[in-house]
């Protein structure tokens, strides 16, 4: 951990001994004496400094890669409250009263919120329907073509035919071809996700909850939630589930979602001026993204909730309701299946279960929570591979895996269609004339049996290596589908047992003459199993799965499933992948849903050399010289440098805005004083009324000497507490109120300060320490697949330039795969590339991380 240097190396730093003990001033606001001045603000002070806080965000705006200081947000959203009520009291107020057109305003003001949750859940419920539509018409042109209508899928082509029908016709009468053209139309499809992702928006690719749930809590990423984004994220995300690879696009939905959200929003200046009104929106959107995506309104809200929001208060619940609402409305209008379904795998059952199927039912649970442990870690690890020798080759990558994916998908009828269709097929009764290629007869089903357990290996394997690749892609549908093809396969076994041994006591509840066993109910709870296991959530994909069938008397064998999934999946480890990616990602994010035990005062963990600034006197030039030599992101104001009496905290960017503006404006010489405490003339101020705004027109300009005061740039209230507070409290405090950072003051003396990321180092260091793993082994075996790849790549180069030569066409330049330890450090000092544009490293920020975190 990198630690800040002292303003002045030779101050005298406070000793800590044992005789600290907590008091009552263990959490302090240092809020001083109010006058009678202060809380009578004229309208000129307030409109000035309104002004100069809105040209402040303006600049924050564009710092990316910083946390937002939620405390600061609120006071910020106060003072444009008071602006804004005091620039519109002249014009709306007529004869002494309230006019029409004040009332008509509040009222607008007041439904601006419903307008905007409106207007966003109706794009993405159109959104929705497009990707539907395109998604299963790209997905079934790799398999033939419809001969009436070119642009119509197999099931509009074939309206009303249970198995097939003339018009659609395959693209050859020759198997081989056909295997030939679809793993041609599967390699375009890749590159083209791929090279869109790559040259126009590299946040595009992934899945985008581990970014998004960052985002919420505050985490700025400039361009994850654009406009560019949203609309490569809306291209390429059916150009990569048609290509076949293992991802899907439920989890991406909750991107695009929260995409259109961030750019709809921004045309309403309520929510562009506000971070904490724009993560209700936020929350909202993923809400709806989940919503369309299921199907499953309730379920969505349940998901934002669980999953995606740390700060979720009954108002933001009830918008993320009606947004969901809205969406899932505009789906069903839209009906792009033609049939009132809002998903294609949804499904109604009639029939109940028996108490003797909940053994296999536990089965499934144990599944789901293995499955999940299992993706993730190696999943993680494939992450640390690409990351490290495949960051340069994000489109060789997509599309070789989309080459991989078609020849070993092809021969097998469940992993040769798409995921959604699989899972259709799968979750189906076997009565009612439904049928795929025989997986009702009672003659194959021990052929069926292996099919389907050659598809959940094959395609669990595929997930670990195509999740994480440079197009949009998600983990939902593809752990689904692995879910459904495993618990079909024990449905089919049971139904064996049952039909070997019809008169066993073990079955003496099913009724004669009545079918006993539903293999697709069993499917249905596998796809519940393993969604549970790759995200470790609980509530929300119960109520997706019962909205899913509407059937109530699924609810306990769901809950039953789940329950023992999330148990068998927390033994191996907390978090689900979403987490994990934040933790592999380095993201500054404390989970709410985390609990630790550390036993140690904040004082272990605080940074004690500190960049600070005395309250008076210190020059111009000092200042711009300490800004120049470090990139913090604020320093804490103290009396002096000797005694540290700490007074209060200025950001980077309120310091840099004032000292060009002084530079600018007062034409201040660079050994003009600054001074961070008010000027005897006029009394001090306080956050409510104009922290952290400033103006200028008390700055006394003389030939000899500038005085610059700036006191009112700084927040006189910094949130600070006492040495020996547990850490696990400082880190509650981080999570419940959302600053930026936590000063440390022992008896009103600055003693360290403590951020985010200084209590995630601490909480990975204890971890590493707990959990100790051999990390050159890894690497070990890294470097020895990247040697058996770059071989496998020359010799495949050598073979495509012998072709080139015999067909006299120019050679090109051979393939140049270079391994990063053999390069030195270049690959480790980019902290991010185009195409990986999320990741970014923890300890690499902190470089640039300032004292305010």
């Known amino acids: 951990m990198n630690r800040r240097s002292s303003f002045n190396s030779a101050s005298r730093q406070p000793t800590r001994t044992g005789s600290y003990t907590p008091s009552i001033r263990s959490l302090t606001r240092r809020v001083p004496t109010l006058s009678s001045a202060e809380q ?61 057109r004040r009332k008509l305003w509040d009222s607008y003001d007041a439904g601006q919120a419903w307008i905007v ?35 119509l899928n197999e099931n509009f082509c074939c309206w009303g035919a249970e198995n097939g029908c003339p ?78 690879l293992s991802v899907g696009k439920e989890g991406p939905s909750v991107h695009y979602a929260v995409c259109t959200g961030n750019v709809i929003s921004r045309f309403f200046d309520k929510y562009r001026r506000n971070a904490a009104k724009t993560r209700e929106i936020l929350s909202a959107s993923a809400a709806a993204g989940v919503a369309v995506a299921f199907g499953s309104p309730i379920g969505g809200v349940l998901f934002s909730l669980e999953e995606m929001s740390n700060y979720f208060p009954l108002k933001t619940m009830w918008r993320s309701y009606f947004c969901a609402l809205v969406a899932t409305a505009v789906l069903a209008a839209m009906n792009p299946f033609r ?64 080459v991989i994916t078609a020849i070993i998908c092809y021969p097998n009828m469940f992993l040769r269609i798409d995921m959604t269709e699989s899972m259709e097929i799968l979750f189906l009764e076997c009565e009612g004339g439904h049928d795929y290629d025989e997986l009702c007869d009672r003659k194959n089903r021990w052929r069926m049996i292996f099919s389907l357990a050659i598809a959940t290996i094959i395609r669990t394997l595929l997930v670990i290596i195509s999740y994480g690749c440079k197009v949009p892609a998600g983990i939902f549908v593809p752990s689904m589908a692995i879910g459904a093809s495993f618990g079909r396969m024990v449905g089919i076994f049971v139904q064996h047992l049952h039909e070997s041994f019809p008169s066993s006591a073990f079955f003496a509840a099913c009724q004669p003459d009545v079918p ?56 191996f480890g907390k978090g689900g992948i979403a987490d994990r990616a934040i933790w592999f990602n380095g993201f500054p994010f404390l989970d709410n849903k985390e609990e630790h035990t550390f036993g140690v005062p904040v004082s272990q963990v605080m940074t004690s050399n500190v960049v600070i600034l005395p309250a008076t006197g210190l020059e111009l030039r000092n200042v711009e010289r300490i800004m120049a030599e470090n990139k913090y992101q604020g320093y804490p104001i103290v009396e002096d440098v000797g005694s540290k009496i700490l007074l209060g905290y200025i950001g980077r960017t309120e310091l840099r805005y004032a000292v060009d503006k002084a530079k600018r404006e007062q034409l201040a010489p660079a050994h003009a004083k600054c001074y961070f405490t008010p000027s005897p003339s006029r009394p001090p101020t306080t956050p409510s009324s104009s922290m952290p705004a400033v103006t200028f027109d008390t700055i006394a300009a003389t030939s000899a000497q500038m005085r610059l005061d700036l006191s009112r740039f700084i927040d006189s209230t910094p949130l600070s507490v006492h ?131």
């Open 40 to 100: 009578g603000n004229d309208e000129a002070t307030t409109s000035a400094d309104h002004a100069i806080n809105e040209e402040i965000e303006e600049i924050k705006r564009y710092e990316d890669f910083t946390t937002i200081d939620w405390v600061q947000d609120a006071a910020r959203e106060q003072l444009r409250r008071k602006a804004r009520r005091q620039e519109k009291a002249g014009f709306f107020e007529r004869e002494g009263g309230i006019g029409w």
């Open 117 to 151: 949750v409106t207007i966003v859940g109706s794009a993405i419920g159109l959104n929705a329907a497009f990707l539907n539509i395109v998604t299963e018409w790209l997905s079934d042109i790799k398999l033939g073509h419809c001969t009436t209508a070119f642009y």
């Open 167 to 244: 018009e659609w016709k395959r693209w050859s009468g020759f198997w081989l071809w056909n295997y030939i053209l679809y793993i041609l139309f599967a390699t375009i499809f890749a590159f083209t996700s791929a090279r869109l992702v790559k040259s126009f928006a590299p946040y595009a690719a992934g899945s985008g909850i581990s970014e998004i749930k960052c985002i919420i809590a505050g985490f700025v990423m400039k361009g994850f939630l654009s406009a560019m984004t949203l609309l490569i994220k809306s291209i390429g995300l059916p150009l990569a589930i048609a290509s076949g």
């Open 339 to 402: 049939t009132g379904q809002l998903v294609m795998f949804q499904v109604k059952y009639d029939r109940s279960w028996h108490f003797f199927e909940i053994l296999f039912y536990l089965i499934i649970g144990v599944f789901g929570g293995l499955y999940g442990a299992f993706v993730i870690k190696w999943n993680l690890r494939v992450q640390a591979f690409r990351k490290k020798y495949l960051k340069s080759y994000p489109i060789l990558e997509a599309t070789l895996l989309a």
């Open 516 to 571: 006993c066993i539903t293999p697709g109910t069993y499917a249905f709870l596998g796809a519940a199993a393993a969604l549970s296991g790759i995200m470790h959530i609980t509530v929300s994909v119960v109520v997706i799965m019962f909205e899913l069938t509407g059937a109530l008397t699924y609810i306990l064998p769901t809950m039953i499933v789940v329950g023992v999934t999330k148990a068998v999946s927390e033994r």
């Open 723 to 853: 040495p020996r507070l547990p850490l696990e409290t400082v880190m509650e405090l981080f999570k419940k109120m959302g600053p930026r950072v936590i000063l440390i003051e022992y008896r009103g003396r600055l003693t360290g300060l403590v951020t985010v990321k200084d209590c995630l180092k601490y909480q990975f260091k204890v971890e590493a320490q707990e959990n100790p793993r051999d990390e050159h082994a890894l690497d070990e075996g890294q470097e020895r697949v990247w040697s058996v790849m770059k071989r496998v790549a020359f010799w495949f180069d050598g073979r495509l330039n012998d072709i080139r030569t015999k067909l006299r066409i120019d050679r090109h330049q051979g393939i140049e795969l270079v391994s990063p330890t053999s390069q030195g450090s270049s690959l480790e000092r980019s902290r991010y590339s185009s195409d990986d544009g999320t990741s970014v490293e923890l300890e690499n920020r902190a470089e640039r991380e300032s004292a305010g975190g």
